[in-house]
């Protein structure tokens, strides 16, 4: 194979994460009716990896595997190789992992299966190396020729695992819907508290979103000793992130998630999803509580999300990466000597007192765990009241210096190369960023919030797909839509819901209701109950997948279940309630056997029981 740049066909492609491939020497199709055709047809086992633009490790095996003629060779003589972009396609991306994990014990991205050309997977991995990746691809090739028979056998082994493991997530004993299962997640959530950091984990931490909704949902109107408590571990949480590296203290925003268990150093990915719900959150906590420092917080994310993350026609982007300049964290990453170059001597000083800037360096790489080069993540090691206290300073005067000199090394900043950006326009997220912005612009007075939110609605409405008027999942100038997913669906009906709430205009409730029974009518379970992620008229995989688990995100479950009662309280129609009681009777057995995989579940519980004790 030459190694001049051929374009492959993934140059066609609106993803960013696929477009990043298309110089690769390897033939590359995207997930489409047409490249599992040809597979089908040729009898090649598929070669499918999975990433999405921002991840680190997706970028390290672009360029160290994929870009070699070596990889090229052996998956374009042996395999038809398929890119997916998980963020396009999350149902792809479900299967797969559920089949990643089931056969190596683990999970992540890249994720990387060879697949029958009935799409059973039989072998999976995460990132690989160049010289092992080439010897795997090659010892894959060689049993598929001599012992097909013996993989055709492991795959169909596979499929019948991940059909059973389905089918045991939700086919449990359904038990009553009362509060027993709320006290059931405050407890297990207590048993699993950093009470000296905050979070529900050891090292690495991500923000556990479902978690503190839940917690400040459920816990903020009792008076129990377990519900004050409750409220108390949101609030630690919360409060500790946002003293972290986690935070973007010069831009705004929270980074992905901490490496470490201080909420320090960073994966410094930002995505739209994570900030969206952190919106609500810090609303959540500043309404509990009335620390300034969370109303702080909820304001430079939405100040972020409106100057870096909305178009201009209103929708708002996917993410922005870790990575500039082939380096992870290069943008956000300083030494003292670049500090003190960007201010004047006395706000170089006090700022880096402040933020825990060090000569010898505090971030340690996530990989080799060692201090690189002197560089310093900002965050704050002493809040800030307690450092003015401390030093016997007054702290309005002492936020003002800080806030300028902030301000200043953002200009700073900006003048270096900044991370990429996903340009995809996600309804699910957009979903939740309405849902944030409308909840903070209404908790905190901040009209400006809710004009955004409302922009982003109407740009979700415009691009309906078809004469139905159904959601697309992801939009993009020039290219076919994705059809949406129930998470589509439930998380922007939850937005126009909140907006709704603050904003006296009937059109965005009514809008609600009638996407509400089209995800009736396309995704539920009439049978049993609940929602498949799929619609009914969407291209089968292995199988339709309905459960309410929580990934990062609360599941399309739970969220449709809280806008079905939402919609209950607001027009007193007993289909609403009817549906969501089915749903959560269904799902009720998993909740009880693992209350804090389906948190968001639980939040949905508790609105209902809240309806129930009212009357």
Known sequence: MSDSINLNRLVNETSPYLRQHATNPVDWRPWDTASLAEARQSGRPIFLSIGYSSCHWCHVME??????????????????????????????????????????????WPNNLWLTPDLRPFYAGTYFPPEAFVQL???????????????????????????????????????????????????????????????????????????????????????????????????????????????????????????????????????????????????????????PEFRRAATEIAAWLLREMQAPDGGFYAAQDADSEGEEGACYLWTLE????????????????????????NFVHEVARRETGRLNILHLPLPVADFARRRGLDEADLRERLRKARERLLEHRRQRVPPARDDKILTDWNGLAVFGLARAGGVLGEDSYLDAAAKAAEHLLRDKVGAEGNLAHCLRAWHTPIGGFIDDYAFFIRGLLEL?????????????????????????????????????????????????????????????????????????????????????????????????????????????LQDEEKG
């Not at 997916?84 to 990643?100: K, Q, S, W, Y």
């Not at 993989?151 to 009553?176: C, G, I, K, M």
């Not at 150093?265 to 930002?270: A, D, I, L, S």
């Open 338 to 361: 670049q500090v003190r170059a960007a201010l004047e001597p006395p706000q170089a000083e006090l700022l880096a007192e402040v933020y825990g800037l060090r000569e010898e360096g």
């Open 63 to 108: 360029r160290e595997s994929f870009s070699t003629c070596q990889a090229g060779d052996a998956l374009n003589r042996h395999f038809i190789p398929i890119k997916v972009d998980r963020e396009e396609h999350p149902e792809v991306d479900h299967l797969c992992m559920t089949a990643t994990q089931m056969l190596t014990g683990s999970g992540g």
């Open 500 to 608: 709704s709430a603050w904003r006296d205009q009937p059109v965005w409730r009514e809008t609600a209701e009638e996407l509400a029974w089209r995800a009736v009518a396309e995704f539920a379970d009439r049978r049993r109950g609940g929602f498949y992620l799929t619609g009914k008229s969407s291209p089968p995989l292995l199988r339709r997948h309905c459960d309410p688990f929580d990934q990062v995100t609360p599941s399309g479950n739970a969220m449709m279940v809280e806008c079905l009662l939402l919609l209950y309280r607001q027009t007193r129609r007993r289909s609403y309630l009817e549906i969501a009681e089915r749903t959560l009777t269904e799902f009720s057995g998993a909740v009880a056997a693992a209350p804090l995989a389906c948190l968001g579940m639980l939040t949905a519980l508790h609105h209902y």
């Open 137 to 291: 691809c090659s010892e894959i090739a060689k049993a598929w020729e001599l012992r097909r028979s013996d993989l055709e056998a492991r795959a169909s082994r596979v499929a019948d695992v991940v059909e059973q493991v389905a089918a045991r997530n939700t086919a449990r004993p359904q038990v009553a819907l009362n509060r027993d299962l709320v006290e059931r997640g405050w407890r297990e959530l207590r048993e699993s508290f950093d009470r000296q950091q905050g979070g529900f984990s050891g090292a690495p931490k991500f923000p556990p979103h479902n978690a503190l909704r839940f917690l400040l949902e459920s816990a903020v109107d009792h008076e129990s000793p377990s519900a004050r408590d409750s409220v108390k571990l949101a609030t630690l949480t919360l409060r500790r992130m946002a003293e972290g590296g986690i935070r973007d203290h010069l831009g705004g925003g929270f980074h992905r998630y901490s490496t470490d268990q201080h909420w320090l150093v960073p994966h410094f990915e930002k995505m739209l999803y994570d900030n969206a719900l952190l919106l609500v959150n810090y609303s959540l906590g500043w309404q509990a509580t009335g620390d």
